[in-house]
T-cell receptor, first 111, second 110 residues
């Protein structure tokens, strides 16, 4: 039972580098989410996708892009990483407005 | 103003105590409400959904007050293993936008 799988689990980037965080779910969920979590800030929604083919901005979308590749996969791209994007990134999925299930997170450090 | 707000705590309570957390939300059209538990450096996991009529799961009770726009979580007979951060989450109207509060940290001491 894989659930929600995120890759990579850890990453160190230099300022200005780009990278894509991958997320895949095998629960046939239609909605997927990307969050970042910083100390004391809780989870902040970056982008979400209510269904395959749609994406919408969340609370903190600046500096990020997303792609809902198919129903299973939702990727998050940092085009030019900045130290302020050092964070833990969580992907989640749900059936509509039911509870969301999370991946184990990606710990990203931008130096 | 954040759309979903929680007291960050920490709440430091002895074993066996009863503790309650509140979470306020700003969008009156919000439709789904949840409490999640997050252990240090782990992903959040669903503790319970919050229904209009209130619901209970063992030592945990969740309530929704739509008029005042808040949800609550009551933990009875606290255990050491309840020490964690508790996050509330709110689904906004029909957009599937799931917003979290910043979390309330609970420390249960022997």
């Amino acid at each position: 039972n894989a659930g929600v799988t995120q890759t990579p689990k850890f990453q160190v980037l230099k300022t200005g580098q780009s990278m894509t965080l991958q997320c895949a779910q095998d629960m046939n969920h239609n909605s997927m989410y990307w969050y970042r979590q910083d100390p004391g800030m809780g989870l902040r929604l970056i982008y979400y996708s209510a269904s395959e083919g749609t994406t919408d901005k969340g609370e903190v979308p600046n500096g990020y892009n997303v792609s809902r590749l198919n129903k299973r996969e939702f990727s998050l791209r940092l085009e030019s990483a900045a130290p302020s994007q050092t964070s833990v990134y969580f992907c989640a999925s749900s059936i509509g407005q039911q509870e969301a299930f999370f991946g184990q997170g990606t710990r990203l450090t931008v130096v | 103003r954040k759309e979903v707000e929680q007291d960050p705590g920490p709440f430091n309570v002895p074993e066996g105590a009863t503790v309650a957390f509140n979470c306020t939300y700003s969008n009156s059209a919000s439709q789904s409400f949840f409490w999640y538990r997050q252990d240090c450096r782990k992903e959040p996991k669903l503790l319970m959904s919050v229904y209009s009529s209130g619901n209970e799961d063992g030592r945990f009770t969740a309530q929704l007050n739509r008029a005042s726009q808040y949800i609550s979580l009551l933990i009875r007979d606290s255990k050491l293993s309840d020490s964690a951060t508790y996050l509330c989450a709110v689904n906004e109207d029909s957009s599937y936008k799931l917003i979290f509060g910043s979390g309330t940290r609970l420390l249960v001491r022997p």
